[in-house]
Structure formats: C-alpha cells, structure tokens
C-alpha cells in the first residue's frame, strides 16, 4: 500500500517536473507516470491511463491538467492548486526571463540567436503535427471524415489565424452531428460553452484576456495548435510584436521546462510587460484548473461520455491539421534569405535525422550567432 503523500511532497515533486520538464507533453506524461504509477504508486496504471485519455477530451494544455489532477488525487483541491503552480511556475519565471533579453531591444548577438531559432519553428511545427497523427488516425471512426477535418484545419490555420477556433469548434460539433445519425437516434439539444468577447481593434487589455482565454480554453490537440491562436492578433491585429519577435515567443516556448502554453506569457509580456504576462499566463491556465477542481470526481463519467468522445473525433483531427497548417505563415515569417538554409537545416534534423526538438533550436540559435558574426542581415 502506498503512503498518503503530503502537500510538501507536492511541492517537492511537481516542482522537480516543473523545472526538469523539458520536450512538451510527451516528457511531462513521462515523468508524471515515473513519479506517480512507478515510484510512489499513488495511483494504478489503470487510474493513470483513464487520467491522461480524459484529459485529452479536455480543451487546453492536456499534461497541466494530468499534472493538476495527479496532485489532486495525491493531497486534494489544496495539492491540486499547489501541485499546479508548482508545476507552471518554474517555466514560467523562466519564460519570462528570457522574454525581457529577447524583447528589449537586444545586442545584435541575441538578435541573432532569435532569428536563427526563430526560422526553425516551422520545422518544429510540423514535427509536432505529425507525431500526432498515428494515433489520431487510429481513432477515427470515419477516416475520410477525418481527413476532411484535418483539411479545414490546415487551411485555417495557414489563413484565419484567430478564427481557427470557430474550425475547431464546428469540427467536433459536425462530429458530434454524424455519430448521432449514424446511430438513428433523433438530433437533441447538446449546448457547448463557446465563449464570446468583443476584442477592441486598439488592442486593450480585454483583446489579451480574449487571446489568452482561446489559449487556455478553447483549443484541442497539442500545444502547438495555440500558434494560428495568437500569431495574427499579437503580431497583425494588435502590434504587439514583429513577425520575428513571436518566432522568438514559440522558440522560447520550446527550450523552457513545463507546458508550451506559457508561450502566451510572451505575448503578453510584448503586450504589457510583465504585468500582461503574468495576466495571459493567470487566464490562460486558470480554466485547467478548474476543469479539475470541478470535474476530477466525474473523470471516468467524461472519459466515456460518447458526446465528447465525438467532439474530439472532429476537432482532433482539425487541431493536427492546424499544427501542420501553421508551418506555412510561420516560414513566410522569415525574413533574411540565409533564415530559410536554418529552417532546411532543421527540418532534416527533426524529420530525417530525427533529433530532439530542443537540440534542433539551440543548433539553430548557434546558427543565428555564426550568421551575425559573419556580418549576415538580421531582421
């Protein structure tokens, strides 16, 4: 029988996965499983496996809520909120450190560093995509469906920008939809929580809760289906940062431990300095938090609820689709020529050799430093 853990074991361990946590979902879900499944047994494979597949029902970033809810389960709704800081923080502070070098008028040397990094995230972003797509295939009830769906959700992130939200939404809705009829049951009322705010075109504070809350509420699939999210509002709605500067955001996103969320913290810091970072990161992650706090008791209701189950059957597919779309305004971002030579140079580190996403930005940062030492244009 395990022992009970204690909300000091909380803040130990989630604060150790917190500033360790380097490579995304994939190594949070890890280390969440080292820790609670292998080591500490406060929780079965079974209980942990039932946690991470309903979490991926769940809009928003699905490992910070694995790791909200493991701490739930470990010390309660005061271990789930300390567990969840603890988690968040570390990355966090760093994310923002990073932005104040990168995002304050930098020497040239940094600048070089960003651009070199920056061109290679759309390497990373395809990357991304595609690593989700066997097992989101494998889930397809219809897979020519599922390719429609992943279509509409390339073209929107390659075009809508912002609105990629409303694709998503109408995706699992239009799902939801067929599963029904093709059950023969009759169509009944199922209301879904769209939120809704009325963003000024001057770019206020209320324009960066909005951003922040499609971040942190609205969005399926893996983290980087939060890019099209935020890249036209912050960089062509908004004028909170260049074209180059948000390259640099997802860059940072990438090389610092914890969720690829924290991202939005860039955007907010671009948009009002460490006040409006820390406000994207509070209304970005706030709704992950309460998803657990309210619902951790009905984990297993939700897991085999079949309407959610066929939400994210259509908008799964859409956000993989959005993480591959993004790539192609992300590359039309670049501004120098010898930019594009970095993003091959990464993408056959990421797709060919298969190197690990962080190596592939710090090799191609090294690269933007050579490039400015050698006199090469910076954007």
């Known amino acids: 029988m395990a022992a009970p853990g204690t909300l000091r074991d909380v803040v130990a361990q989630w604060g150790r996965i917190g500033y360790t946590g380097f490579g995304g979902p994939p190594a949070h879900i890890a280390l969440l499983r080292e820790l609670c499944v292998d080591r500490k047994q406060w929780l079965t494979t079974h209980e942990f496996e039932d946690a991470v597949a309903t979490c991926n029902l769940l809009p928003g970033p699905a490992s910070t809520q694995l790791a909200i809810f493991c701490a739930w389960r470990v010390a309660g709704p005061m271990g789930a909120v300390v567990g969840g800081l603890a988690f968040i923080l570390p990355g ?15 020497p040239d040397w940094v600048r070089g560093v960003g651009a070199g990094a920056g061109a290679a995230v759309a390497a990373v972003a395809v990357h991304a995509g595609l690593g989700l797509v066997p097992d989101s295939w494998k889930r397809a009830s219809a897979h020519w469906r599922w390719i ?10 390659a075009t809508l920008g912002p609105w990629l939200v409303l694709v998503l939404l109408g995706c699992g809705a239009v799902e939801v939809v067929f599963r029904h009829v093709e059950r023969g049951g009759r169509m009944g009322v199922h209301v879904w929580p769209i939120a809704a705010a009325a963003a ?8 960066l809760v909005w951003v ?37 955001a997802v860059a940072l996103g990438q090389v610092t431990p914890g969720p690829v969320t924290q ?9 009002y ?16 938090f309460t998803f657990v706090l309210l619902g951790a008791k009905r984990f297993d209701t939700l897991r085999h609820n079949s309407v959610m189950r066929a939400f994210l059957s259509g908008a799964g597919p859409a956000a993989v689709g959005a993480i591959i779309g993004v790539a192609i305004p992300l590359a039309l971002a670049l501004d120098e020529v010898w930019q594009y030579g970095v993003l091959a140079a990464a993408a056959v580190s990421l797709l060919v050799l298969r190197r690990g996403v962080v190596m592939t930005l710090l090799l191609a940062g090294a690269a933007g430093l050579v490039a400015e030492m050698a006199g090469a244009p910076l954007p």
């Open 92 to 106: 966090l502070a760093a994310i923002l450190a990073l932005a104040v070098v990168f995002l304050s008028s930098p």
């Open 148 to 157: 429609v769906y992943a279509a509409l959700g390339g073209g929107a992130a």
């Open 200 to 207: 000024t075109t001057t770019g206020g504070l209320l324009a």
């Open 212 to 248: 922040a809350l499609k971040v942190g509420a609205l969005s399926y699939g893996g983290g980087f289906v939060i890019i099209p999210l935020m890249q036209a509002d912050a960089v062509d709605a908004y004028h909170w940062m260049t074209n180059t500067e948000f390259l640099n």
């Open 263 to 271: 991202t939005v913290a860039v955007v907010g810091f671009a948009a």
């Open 273 to 288: 300095g460490i006040a409006g970072g820390l406000l994207a990161a509070f209304v970005a992650f706030a709704p992950s």
